[in-house]
């Protein structure tokens, strides 16, 4: 089975908006699918199945990053949680690791009156994937951010 995850690094698949950050052993993208603009998916360089699989580089870098990742995508979308899941499933399979990064808003709590994976099931079922237009449009702006929030403070 081919491995979306690294179609996406390679340039295999075609990746909306593009790489958002790296780090030496992290890429971050936008979410590829219907968890909403602004979900951002950090995921390891090399094709990795299990969190214990990962190298002592990969996990120094991991807690830091994802603070970043949390911090940027509540700031795109104004949302008062981010949820950060792991998913490393595909087909039934275990697959390429990755952690979804999601901005969760008010307005779509209180639309859908669910939270966490419920409210995550009903966004695979409605469908709605952003627009390449949208996500290269909230892209710049994480990088935007990323490169601001990523500087070492004085």
């Not at 979306?4 to 990746?15: I, K, Q, S, V, Y």
């Not at 830091?64 to 087909?91: F, I, K, M, N």
């Not at 469908?127 to 990523?150: G, K, M, S, V, W």
């Amino acid at each position: 089975m081919s491995c979306l995850a690294c179609g996406l690094l390679t340039g295999r698949d075609p990746l909306p908006g593009g790489r958002l950050h790296r780090t030496s052993r992290w890429i971050v993208e936008h979410c590829v699918g219907p968890l909403g603009l602004g979900t951002l998916i950090v995921k390891p360089e090399r094709h990795v199945i299990s969190i214990a699989d990962l190298d002592d580089e990969e996990t120094i870098e991991l807690g830091p990053l994802l603070r970043l990742t949390a911090h940027v995508a509540r700031t795109l979308v104004d949302a008062e949680q981010v949820y950060t899941c792991l998913w490393s499933h595909a087909g039934a399979v275990p697959g390429h690791i990755h952690y979804v990064v999601q901005p969760i808003t008010h307005e779509q709590v209180a639309a859908s009156g669910l939270t966490g994976p419920a409210l995550q099931m009903q966004m695979f079922d409605q469908n709605h994937t952003p627009t390449d237009d949208e996500i290269a449009r909230i892209a710049q702006r994480a990088q935007n951010l990323f490169a601001r929030l990523a500087q070492p403070r004085p």
